[in-house]
């Protein structure tokens, strides 16, 4: 049997270790992914320190998977060898709970996250189901569309359901990971833009990504700050701190709302009159399917919106992981593939 090289969690809070496996055989319903390019997401942390639950282990993590189709197995429709495509955080859905009977496939109650659930895309190839794939366009190579099917997705998901129109004042908290895809994202919907984050580091880098206005957290109150430019229809909280986004959301207008993506286990303190008062939201947003996908790629190709990437081989998947999850990269950093 040919062998491939992987990156995977031996044991729960265990290092990430290289070692060899053999190349996986679809079965049906499924396809192989040749693996060009994975990003390395906050939440591989899940797999690495076993903060999900039920996770099986040895375990190769990886949830921004770019690539190609590399066989397909048996019933497969749709998908071909060599077509681009990518996988996400959602790796499929069970077809049967309530919310999948209700066609929210994204909120499947045993969602099958790719290295949570099964085998990621720390490796040369991985299986996936059919229904986890999006077609990638030309037009973007494989290492900057991997971030954009976990973290660009998620910030254009939640921003096209936000219920903000063009011209209207959105605010994004946070100029991270996440944040640096909302701003361009924000800017290209035709919003007007306010760039949420501490201290005058990103100012430049906030302004030159698409947003119209900064405001330093730490210089003065940024609620009002955003009151004084009329009071944000949304601020999409990327950054994972819920006490910057306590402080923020008094910045939002009337019939404002907060959408939340940036995952933290921080309480946010909203009072109920804060909620009442001007008849603001709270809500959580959690990326999308792979459909959602295929349009977060299709806009970004339209649009010019990219990733801002730092990229390590395969064998450094272990400093990879390490420089993402110390917070010192250049926002997003991505594993790459030897060419075939």
């Known amino acids: ?78 998908w071909a060898k060599g077509q681009r495509v990518g996988v996400g955080w959602y790796g499929g859905h069970c077809g049967h709970c309530r919310s ?88 290209k919907f035709g919003y007007k833009v306010a760039a949420v984050s501490r201290g005058t580091d990103n100012a430049a880098l906030a302004r030159k990504l698409g947003a119209h206005h900064y405001i330093d957290s730490q210089a003065s109150s940024p609620a009002e700050q955003l009151q004084k430019l009329g009071g944000a229809r949304v601020i999409l909280a990327t950054a994972p701190s819920g006490h910057a986004m306590t402080v923020l959301f008094d910045g939002l207008g009337t019939n404002g709302k907060m959408v939340v993506v940036g995952a933290s286990m921080e309480p946010i303190q909203v009072t109920p009159v804060q909620l009442i008062t001007g008849r603001r939201g709270l809500q959580g947003w959690p990326c999308g399917t792979s459909a959602d996908s295929e349009d977060t790629l299709n806009f970004s190709v339209l649009t010019g919106v990219r990733p801002m990437i730092e990229k390590f081989p395969l064998e450094r998947a272990p400093e990879a992981y390490a420089r993402m999850i110390s917070g010192k990269a250049e926002y997003r950093v991505v594993l790459t593939m030897p060419a075939v």
């Not at 011209?167 to 990971?177: C, E, H, K, M, Y």
């Open 1 to 78: 049997m040919a062998k491939m090289k992987v990156a995977q969690v031996s044991k729960a809070g265990g290092p990430i270790e290289l070692a060899e496996r053999e190349v996986p055989k679809p079965g049906p319903g499924q396809v192989r992914v040749r693996v060009q390019a994975c990003g390395i997401c906050h939440s591989d942390e899940f797999t690495k320190e076993g903060h999900w639950p039920g996770i099986e282990y040895p375990r190769i993590p990886g949830h921004e998977i770019a690539g190609v189709v590399d066989e397909v197995g048996a019933g497969v429709i749709g």
């Open 100 to 187: 999948c009977r209700r066609g929210e496939f994204i909120n499947c109650e045993t969602m099958p996250t790719p290295g949570i659930a099964y085998d990621g895309g720390y490796a040369e190839y991985m299986l996936a189901p059919a229904d986890a794939l999006a077609l990638i366009p030309d037009g973007i190579p494989a290492e900057e569309a991997a971030p954009l099917l976990c973290a660009g997705i998620t910030t254009f998901n939640a921003l096209r359901h936000s219920g903000a129109l063009p011209g209207d004042l959105v605010a994004i908290q946070g100029v991270g990971g996440l944040g640096h895809l909302a701003i361009q994202f924000a800017n």
